[in-house]
């Protein structure tokens, strides 16, 4: 979180891999696992995307997804996030429409509040000033109540295309639930997925 600018081996902006297109191609690979599951338990399984409330202090630059032409830790964060809640109500939209898998997966985006965990190890006051992170932050195990509560609350049952902060349903920012934008974004998603998903079959664009 907040890294310095990187690229991976598979040439993408660290964040936009780690926080985004790697919970998109597992959420690909584990729809058959999903559905039969739900099938199995006679419930819904669920996809809970942890994502930030750094979303609601971006935009999303379309043209500019991996921040190749201007960089901060901040905004590519932000950005990468943003992308999160965006693919949640796509997805959950996407499910909703098929009902083949429709039936079987809800999927959710929240914001855990800010907890005191190893993710603020490039945050320079942090380090510095421990004790004033400490008083201002969550516990970790206080960050996960509403991570909990996504994933096993049965007033959720059933319930999908929602963000969650502080165990309640809230709304995200005005950009993240604009349908062309999610459209878009759906589109450059698995286009830059495509090495990895030409193998199998993969139903989310066909």
């Known amino acids: 979180m907040f890294a310095p600018k990187k690229f991976t081996d598979d040439g993408f902006e660290s964040h936009f891999q780690v926080n985004y297109l790697g919970h998109c191609l597992l959420v690909w690979a584990l729809m058959p696992v999903m559905a039969a599951s739900a ?37 590519s964060y932000a950005q990468s996030k943003l992308c999160q809640i965006m ?14 898998y429709g039936q079987y997966v809800s999927v959710n985006a929240l914001h855990p509040g800010v907890a005191l ?12 000033v421990p004790s004033l992170a400490r008083a ?21 049952e059933g319930i999908g295309g929602k963000y969650l902060e502080d165990c309640a349903i809230i709304r995200s920012s005005g950009f993240s639930i604009n349908r062309q ?22 139903p989310l664009v066909d």
Not at 188 to 202: F, I, R
């Open 39 to 75: 099938q199995r338990c006679g419930q819904r399984s669920r996809v809970v995307n942890v994502s930030s409330s750094t979303h609601y202090a971006r935009d999303l630059c379309l043209n500019d997804l991996q921040s190749e032409e201007i960089y901060s830790p901040f905004h």
């Open 87 to 100: 693919f949640t109500f796509s997805l959950n939209h996407w499910f909703a429409t098929h009902q083949q």
């Open 117 to 128: 965990t190893e993710l603020y190890t490039n945050v320079w006051w942090v380090k510095i």
């Open 136 to 156: 201002l932050f969550r516990t970790s195990k206080e960050g996960a109540e509403t991570i909990l509560y996504a994933t096993l609350s049965s007033q959720l």
């Open 181 to 202: 934008f999610q459209d878009q974004l759906w589109l450059k998603t698995w286009s830059a997925l495509k090495d990895w998903t030409k193998d199998l079959p993969n």
